[in-house]
């Protein structure tokens, strides 16, 4: 079950200093941005570093890490199950850190369909939903 939700508004987003958009099991633009979404919602509340990333991944890059967009392969079978080559991973910075960290968005389809977060290392996964 999900824990507490979350949502950030616009108007978070502005002062993080966020621009990228995306919705999910719709079409967008390749160029588009979270400036002009209303809501994220998470089981979590998102660092700003994984709205950086969120932001990144729209974009398709670049990607400050050189693993970031490679093949995660759900070894753990945390996420719902799917063909080789489905997820990708990138990391989330964490301030601090001397490596990578433990965070990560993992996405699922090219261009991705659907978004999930991970503090703790595929630990556990909280899903990402945008909406505009």
């Known amino acids: 079950m999900m ?9 978070g ?13 719709t079409d967008r633009a390749p160029n588009a941005s979270l400036e ?3 809501i994220i919602q ?9 709205l950086e990333t969120l932001e990144l991944i729209l974009r398709d890059g670049p990607f400050p890490y ?3 967009g490679t093949t995660f392969f759900n070894r753990e079978q945390r996420l719902p199950k ?13 301030p601090g850190a ?3 960290g433990a965070r990560r968005i ?13 503090a703790d290392h595929y630990r556990s996964f909280h899903p990402v939903t945008v909406h505009p």
């Open 3 to 11: 824990s507490r939700r979350f949502i950030v508004s616009l108007i």
């Open 106 to 118: 993992v996405t699922g389809g090219k261009p991705p369909e659907v978004f999930y977060y991970t």
């Open 13 to 25: 987003l502005a002062l993080l200093g966020v621009a990228a958009f995306f919705t999910l099991g």
């Open 66 to 68: 050189s693993k970031d």
């Open 42 to 50: 998470a089981d979590v509340r998102l660092p700003a570093e994984a």
């Open 98 to 100: 001397r490596d990578r």
């Open 36 to 38: 002009n979404a209303a």
């Open 82 to 94: 799917q063909p080789r080559g489905y997820y990708r991973e990138y990391t989330v910075p964490t």
